[in-house]
């Protein structure tokens, strides 16, 4: 995908932070330009959601994200660089319900 001037992917966040998107509230966004498993440059978006109320977050929502990621960075003056966008939640802490993983039951 084509992308501008790497100063400017600060938009990706700033048009992303504090929005809600359906019942998925975008808590903030971290940006990172690296190197992708290809050895190519990458602009790298981790949109840190509010953590769900449910089990997860609705899909409908993870995909209006991600495409409004895609719209704002088209917004961009180009240059060619891949996107990889990721969704975390705000914090890790088991949610009700969750099973432990980690040596837990097979």
Do not use: C, H
């Not at 940006?31 to 977050?57: C, H, M, Q, Y």
């Amino acid at each position: 995908m084509a992308l501008g001037s790497l100063e400017r992917v600060v938009e990706i966040a700033d048009g992303l932070r504090g929005v809600t998107f359906g019942k998925t509230l975008v808590e903030n966004v971290e940006l990172d330009v690296t190197e992708d498993a290809n050895g190519d440059r990458a602009l790298f978006v981790d949109v840190i959601l509010k953590d769900p109320s449910g089990d997860t977050w609705p899909p409908e929502d993870i995909l209006t994200i991600r495409r409004k990621v895609l719209e704002i960075a088209r917004q961009i003056p180009p240059i060619e660089i891949a996107i990889y966008i990721s969704m975390s939640p705000k914090t890790d802490a088991p949610q009700e319900g969750d099973k432990p993983t980690l040596f837990g039951d097979f």
